[in-house]
């Protein structure tokens, strides 16, 4: 009975907490999925990971768009889960910076010898402080009326909720973000858009490949507003061990693309590269966009760092966690 109340309180939490999460910083899910659904805060229950990532475009340029973010997943207790993140963003004269706290709660539905379902609910909040920077934007003594000081700042408080039901080492989500109404200062003018709702399913999983020491996580996700603006999002991550237990090299590809029309429009893609060693892991990502605009203006560069400290005390490129020994290729995936 109290299972039944708690799956069902869960559900009146995610579907009916109204106008958390403003749209989406950056596309960094693939790495820290509570970033989308909180939900999925401290999925992995063995290990305390911490992220970082340093994204900047178009090098050599004052004032160019960079983003830097710091992240930490970690257990709470046997059910309970942890995901923060922290983010400074830069674009020109406007910078924003924000700390994201997200809470999980999961219940076990079902665990037999080799089958465990779970369903869990997670609720964030962010804070979020932007500035805009007006002191450089006019030459001498130039005046503009609408420019008349040396900049504005604004304080924002917004939250998203979502549940995720996960079975074995695959899983399928929901959540919904800006649950809050734009209460920015800096964006409270009636010319400003509203802050709409955002809507995301997504589905993913990890995979062996038969015969072959490659593992991978394929993640689908499909994001809409009311506002209709939709797109669908492809990743596709990989690890490769190596026959030193200490090393691993991995991959991720990552597509976008818009679903707003009959045949959508390709929106970019993103290719990542890099190794694994003990505890610590490290990545180059190269981001192309592929509209006119974005060719024209360039791509990104990230770099992804990552360090976990596991239940177990692992210290192999794929921790024990994640593993099952296995006679005949030293390794079977349990997934991230």
Not at 116 to 134: A, H, I, N, R
Not at 193 to 206: E, M, Q, T
Request: aromatic letters at 12%.
């Amino acid at each position: 009975m109290k299972k039944i109340f708690a799956i069902v309180f869960g559900l009146t939490i995610t579907l009916t907490v109204v106008n958390g999460q403003k749209y989406y910083l950056t596309n960094q899910y693939v790495y820290d999925l509570f970033q989308m659904n909180p939900s999925t805060a401290a999925f992995q229950k063995n290990c305390i990971t911490m992220n970082g990532f340093y994204q900047k475009q178009w090098f050599g340029t004052d004032l160019a768009p960079t983003t830097q973010i710091l992240s930490l997943q970690m257990p709470i207790g046997g059910q309970l889960g942890s995901g923060t993140y922290v983010y400074n963003d830069r674009n020109g004269n406007y910078k924003e910076m924000g700390l994201n706290q997200a809470f999980s709660y999961e219940i076990l539905l079902l665990k037999k010898r080799r089958k465990v379902m779970t369903l869990s609910f997670g609720l964030s909040v962010l804070l979020e402080q932007t500035s805009l920077d007006m002191s450089n934007l006019l030459d001498g003594g130039a005046f503009d009326p609408i420019i008349t000081g040396a900049g504005e700042n604004g304080f924002g408080i917004n939250a998203s909720t979502g549940a995720v039901l996960k079975y074995n080492e695959t899983h399928i989500g929901f959540a919904v973000t800006n649950l809050l109404p734009e209460n920015n200062s800096m964006f409270n003018s009636i010319y400003e858009p509203k802050r709409v709702l955002d809507f995301n399913i997504h589905a993913g999983g990890s995979f062996k490949i038969a015969d072959r020491d490659l593992y991978l996580e394929p993640t689908v996700m499909l994001r809409k507003n009311v506002l209709t603006d939709s797109r669908l999002d492809l990743n596709l991550k990989a690890y490769l061990p190596t026959p030193n237990p200490d090393w691993a090299t991995w991959g991720l590809v990552a597509y976008r693309h818009t679903v707003d029309h009959q045949f959508g429009k390709s929106l970019g893609m993103a290719v990542t590269g890099g190794v694994v060693y003990q505890q610590f892991s490290v990545g180059l990502e190269y981001q192309l966009g592929l509209t006119t605009a974005q060719l024209d203006y360039g791509s990104n560069y990230q770099l992804v760092l990552s360090y976990r400290i596991c239940r177990d005390r692992s210290k192999g490129a794929i921790p024990c966690s994640k593993i099952r020994h296995n006679k005949k290729t030293n390794y079977k995936f349990l997934g991230y």
